[in-house]
C-alpha cells in the first residue's frame, strides 16, 4: 500500500529523515515506533503528502504522491482517514452530528441513508447508544472512539493513528487497541499506528518499524523485534534510559552554551 525508497527530508539544517525505506502492506496493522523527536508525526505527514520531502520516492495505492496534482492528491489524502490525537471532535454537535459531518461536506445522501450509515459507523465503535450525547458529555475514550467513526465515515482504504493511546487509563487503552485492529479487519483497511506505547502496539502489529537518527534501525514482526538483541533496539522496546540511543536535541556542548551570552 505504501512504498518510501530513499525518504530525505531536512527541517532547515536538520536532517529529519536520511535515505530511509519502509513499506507498509496492503490489509496490515503497522506499528512506527522510536524515540520522541524521531519523526514519526513527520513521516505521517510525508505520507499524506502535506509535507514534501526533499528526495526520495513515495508511493501511495501505486501512485507516486510527489506527482499527483492538487486535485488528485486531495481524493487521495480522503482516502486516508487521519486519526491525530489533537484531532478534537466539533464541541457544539452531537456524537451523531459530528460523524455525519464528513457525509454531509463530501456526499450527497438522502436524510435515511445518512442515519443508516451514521448508526453503522457509531455501531462499529460501540457508540450508537451515545449518538444524542455532545462530546462534553464523552469520557475521553469515548471521545477517541467517536473521532474513529467520523475517521471511517467515508470508507477510507487506509487509517492513520497519531498517538491514539496517549492519556487513555488501562480499561479504554484495551479497547482502543481490540477496535483498531477489529477495523481493520473487518473493513479491510489499512492501518498504520505511530505510537510509544511498545507492548499495545506490539500487540496488535503485523509488523513493527523503528526509527531512530532519520534512519530505520529495525523492522520486523513483534516477535522477531521482540528477539532482536540490538542494544539500540532492546533499550527502546524495554524502556531503558540508559544506551545508544540518545534524547537530547542536538545541541552545543553545555559549556559552550553556559558561557555564551544572548537572550536564550
Ligand atoms: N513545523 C516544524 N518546524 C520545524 N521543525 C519541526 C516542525 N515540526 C517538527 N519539527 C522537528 O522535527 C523533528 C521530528 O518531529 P516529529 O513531531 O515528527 O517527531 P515525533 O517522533 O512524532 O515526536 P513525538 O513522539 O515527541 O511526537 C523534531 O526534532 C521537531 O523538532
Redesign the pocket.
Known amino acids: 500500500m505504501i512504498k518510501i525508497r530513499g525518504l530525505t527530508f531536512r527541517?532547515g539544517e536538520?536532517v529529519?529523515f536520511d535515505q530511509l525505506d519502509l513499506d507498509i502492506q496492503r490489509g496490515s496493522v503497522t506499528g512506527i515506533m522510536?524515540p520522541?523527536?524521531?519523526?514519526?508525526?513527520?513521516?505521517l505527514k510525508l505520507m499524506t503528502g502535506q509535507l514534501q520531502p526533499n528526495a526520495g520516492l513515495i508511493e501511495v495505492d501505486g501512485e507516486n504522491i510527489q506527482h499527483l496534482k492538487k486535485k488528485d492528491l486531495f481524493q487521495l489524502r480522503q482516502r486516508m482517514g487521519m486519526l491525530f490525537q489533537s484531532g478534537a471532535l466539533l464541541t457544539d454537535l452531537t456524537v451523531f452530528e459530528n460523524v455525519a459531518y464528513p457525509l454531509r461536506e463530501h456526499v450527497k445522501l438522502s436524510p435515511s441513508l445518512l442515519r443508516k450509515l451514521v448508526l453503522l459507523k457509531l455501531e462499529a465503535v460501540g457508540l450508537r447508544g451515545a449518538r444524542d450525547l455532545m462530546p462534553h458529555e464523552l469520557s475521553g475514550g469515548m471521545a477517541r472512539r467517536v473521532a474513529l467513526a467520523r475517521a471511517i465515515a467515508l470508507d477510507p482504504m487506509m487509517l492513520l493513528y497519531d498517538?491514539p493511546f496517549t492519556g487513555q487509563d488501562p480499561i479504554s487503552m484495551g479497547v482502543l487497541v481490540t477496535l483498531i485492529r477489529q477495523l481493520n479487519d473487518d473493513a479491510g483497511l489499512t492501518s498504520i499506528l505511530?505510537s510509544?506505547d511498545v507492548r499495545e502496539t506490539a500487540s496488535i502489529a503485523d509488523a513493527l518499524y523503528l526509527i531512530y537518527g532519520g534512519k530505520v534501525i529495525a523492522h520486523g514482526t513483534p516477535a522477531e523485534i521482540a528477539a532482536d538483541q540490538s542494544a539500540q533496539v532492546r533499550q527502546f522496546m524495554d524502556g531503558r534510559p540508559d544506551g545508544p540511543l540518545h534524547f537530547h536535541?542536538p545541541a552545543p556542548a553545555l559549556a559552550d552554551d553556559l558561557r555564551a551570552g544572548g537572550s536564550s
Do not use: N
Request: cysteine-free; hydrophobic content about 20%; proline content about 0%.
Open positions: 527541517r536538520r529529519i522510536g520522541s523527536g524521531s519523526g514519526k508525526t513527520t513521516l498517538e505511530v510509544h536535541y
